[in-house]
T-cell receptor, first 113, second 114 residues
Framework: GQQVMQIPQYQHVQEGEDFTTYCNSSTTLSNIQWYKQRPGGHPVFLIQLVKSGEVKKQKRLTFQFGEAKKNSSLHITATQTTDVGTYFCAVLLNTGTASKLTFGTGTRLQVTL | NAGVTQTPKFRILKIGQSMTLQCAQDMNHNYMYWYRQDPGMGLKLIYYSVGAGITDKGEVPNGYNVSRSTTEDFPLRLELAAPSQTSVYFC?????????????FGSGTRLTVV
């Protein structure tokens, strides 16, 4: 099945530093979604990207979809302690009657003062 | 709206016991899903449903069963619990087939099998 790899697995930054997580696939993706999961919490949908080279921003978060649609990134500018959590990319596969979301391995972000 | 509600939040089972994890959504979503998340790992799809009466297997269905008698409810049944089923279980739903607005997840059920 289609797999997406995320790097890094873990990153520890000081508050105010930037953070980037990358999602890579060996095959072309039709779309990619990003989710955030706070410690002990559940995944929360952030955004979906579908177009080649697409860039979307949500306040301090910038999401990019690669030109070849094989990779994506999430960049956080000037991290805050509220950004702590695990960030997952996920690929939506439309098969027959259903859409199924396949998750990447996640990047755990720790932010300290 | 409550969104997706999962019960119980925590449960400890003995090996060989059975239980049903409950999931209900009040958003009139046709599509519902069960995922499991092992510690420090991503989410793996167990079963999914595209509407009442229609279910299908995901990536890791062995040891589980589901039913979907109504649009709102999608319970997950564990038969003969094993330690390998110790995990956090998330139920999710989506409005459209394409899931353009993302999946809405419940708060999860933390299951330990001892």
């Amino acid at each position: 099945g289609q797999q997406v790899m995320q790097i890094p697995q873990y990153q520890h930054v000081q508050e105010g530093e930037d953070f980037t997580t990358y999602c890579n696939s060996s095959t072309t993706l039709s779309n990619i979604q990003w989710y955030k999961q706070r410690p002990g919490g559940h995944p929360v949908f952030l955004i979906q990207l579908v177009k080649s080279g697409e860039v979307k921003k949500q306040k301090r978060l910038t999401f990019q979809f690669g030109e070849a649609k094989k990779n994506s990134s999430l960049h956080i500018t000037a991290t805050q302690t509220t950004d702590v959590g695990t960030y997952f990319c996920a690929v939506l596969l439309n098969t027959g009657t259903a859409s199924k979301l396949t998750f990447g391995t996640g990047t755990r972000l720790q932010v300290t003062l | 709206n409550a969104g997706v509600t999962q019960t119980p939040k925590f449960r400890i089972l003995k090996i060989g016991q059975s239980m049903t994890l409950q999931c209900a959504q009040d958003m009139n979503h046709n599509y519902m899903y069960w995922y499991r998340q092992d510690p420090g790992m991503g989410l793996k799809l167990i079963y999914y449903s595209v509407g009442a009466g229609i279910t299908d297997k995901g990536e890791v269905p062995n040891g589980y069963n589901v039913s979907r008698s109504t649009t709102e409810d999608f319970p997950l049944r564990l038969e003969l619990a094993a330690p390998s089923q110790t995990s956090v279980y998330f139920c999710a739903s989506s409005y459209r087939r394409q899931g353009n607005h993302g999946y809405t997840f419940g708060s999860g059920t933390r299951l330990t099998v001892v």
